[in-house]
């Protein structure tokens, strides 16, 4: 389709040939053809068609010119319509990036070095084998600072062991009571190997003949040896009644009496001559109504087990030593150990804790002392008591190694008693038997 306004290009193109022709260009009168726009019809108007007609020379122009030749021109093609872009939405502006923090710098680690294997020393155990211990007795061995204990004869190792040579030497640290034990083989270098030829023998060692000894097999109190004898006895009787060892004893019959007074029953001897060193013992049965009360007044400490001095007892020349006992709130008894004259007068308090037992009524118990003066050193007088129970176990209940008890003028023991006064009294008649007495200077008891 040729729009209105390329119709009248073409007219204008037929008018600029018409005048170029008057203008007396071109040569030939030949017939050019000319195009006319034809009018379109009204039902038409958008078909475009162009219609060719012949023009002649006198036609175009008065003055005849010729008409130059118009070439055809095609079609215009009309450009597809503009199509407007729909509105694009705004873009949602993106968040601020986050502050990244800066990175750690790059730690190479240090190359992990294997340390070489560590040899690990060998050691060996110390084995020591015990013979000759006496039932509920217990030995003690050491080795260094490594202690090693015994109930029973058997074998057992130190809990330390050694390497090879290390050196050991084991010794007795604590002999068993009442016996004595030595050591084989306790000495030596460890030489790549268990050492188990240690060798521990224990014994009984033989008394010597003591200096006195009554078992009231007699039936009286007239036994003497080496100067030693009994002296006066008050409510005091050799009895078949009770008895350790074969038929009698000796009974203490103390009295009952009401909280007002007192109760005595006591049995002295002599030791013949002045001993600074003496050792006693004899079996005890404890009353099975035992009961050390406690008055509501008056005193309360009852003499007991044994008592040793010289010269006059109330005004002794040395000093007057031995036990004294004190109520416990079940009837049982503590002891303190006294010591009396020549400058003296005190009490060793809780020196022998639980002296009498409520567990010990109506039993035998061995009662052993060992009393010694002090010397010139002034600090090591001995009081020492060892309780055997009936089972065979022994306790050392008093224990005075370091007694200032030195007395220049005084010449030893020569005079004691068994039992004594009570301050207390007894609420009920109260017997005591005592059995195997022995007096002896040399140990009747190993040391513990």
Excluded at 201 to 219: V, Y
Excluded at 290 to 303: L, V
Excluded at 339 to 347: A, P, S, T
Aim: aromatic fraction near 10%.
């Amino acid at each position: 389709m040729v729009s209105a306004s390329m119709g009248r290009s073409w007219m204008v193109v037929a008018g600029a040939s018409l005048l170029l022709t008057a203008c007396g260009g071109g040569g030939s009168a030949s017939p050019a053809l000319v195009s006319v726009p034809r009018p379109l019809p009204a039902s038409t108007a958008d078909s475009g068609g162009l219609t060719l007609v012949a023009a002649s020379p006198t036609s175009a122009s008065t003055v005849g010119a010729a008409v130059l030749p118009v070439a055809v021109v095609a079609p215009v093609v009309a450009p597809a319509p503009v199509v407007t872009p729909a509105p694009v939405a705004a873009a949602t502006p993106l968040p601020a990036p986050t502050p990244v923090a800066p990175a750690a710098p790059l730690v190479v680690p240090a190359p992990v070095v294997t340390p070489a294997p560590v040899a690990v020393a060998t050691t060996y155990s110390i084995t020591a084998s015990v013979t000759g211990l006496g039932a509920g007795k217990t030995l003690v061995l050491q080795n260094g600072a490594d202690s090693l204990s015994f109930t029973s004869n058997t074998s057992s190792s130190f809990a330390t062991k050694l390497a090879t040579g290390a050196g050991y030497a084991i010794t007795v640290n604590t002999n068993p009571v009442g016996q004595s034990c030595g050591v084989t083989n306790g000495s030596a270098t460890v030489a790549g190997a268990n050492v188990t030829n240690v060798m521990v023998s224990c014994s009984t060692p033989k008394a010597a003949p003591a200096l006195f000894s009554d078992g009231f097999e007699s039936q009286g109190l007239g036994t003497v040896s080496n100067n030693v004898q009994w002296s006066s006895s008050v409510a005091v009787q050799v009895s078949n009644e009770y008895a350790k060892d074969g038929a009698y004893s000796l009974k203490f019959t103390f009295p009952a009496t009401d909280e007002t007074r007192d109760s005595w029953s006591e049995q002295r001897f002599s030791l013949g001559k002045p001993y600074k060193e003496i050792w006693i013992s004899y079996d005890l049965r404890v009353p099975e109504n035992y009961y050390h009360r406690e008055p509501a007044s008056g005193s309360s400490n009852n003499k007991g087990f044994l008592m040793l001095w010289s010269g006059d007892y109330g005004n002794p020349s040395g000093p007057l030593i031995g036990t004294e006992f004190w109520p416990e709130s079940d009837g049982s008894s503590t002891a303190s150990v006294r010591l009396y004259g020549v400058g003296f007068d005190k009490h060793f308090w809780g020196a022998c804790p639980g002296i009498v037992k409520i567990s010990d009524r109506g039993k035998w118990i061995k009662i052993t002392t060992h009393t010694k003066y002090a010397s010139s050193a002034n600090n090591d007088g001995i009081a020492r008591l060892w309780k055997t129970y009936s089972d065979g176990k022994t306790e050392l209940a008093c224990n005075i190694t370091n007694g200032a008890w030195y007395a220049p003028s005084a010449q030893g023991f020569d005079s004691g008693y068994l039992m004594g006064w009570s301050n207390s009294g007894y609420a009920t008649e109260t017997r005591f038997f005592i059995d195997n007495f022995v007096v002896s200077e040399t140990p009747l008891m190993s040391s513990p």
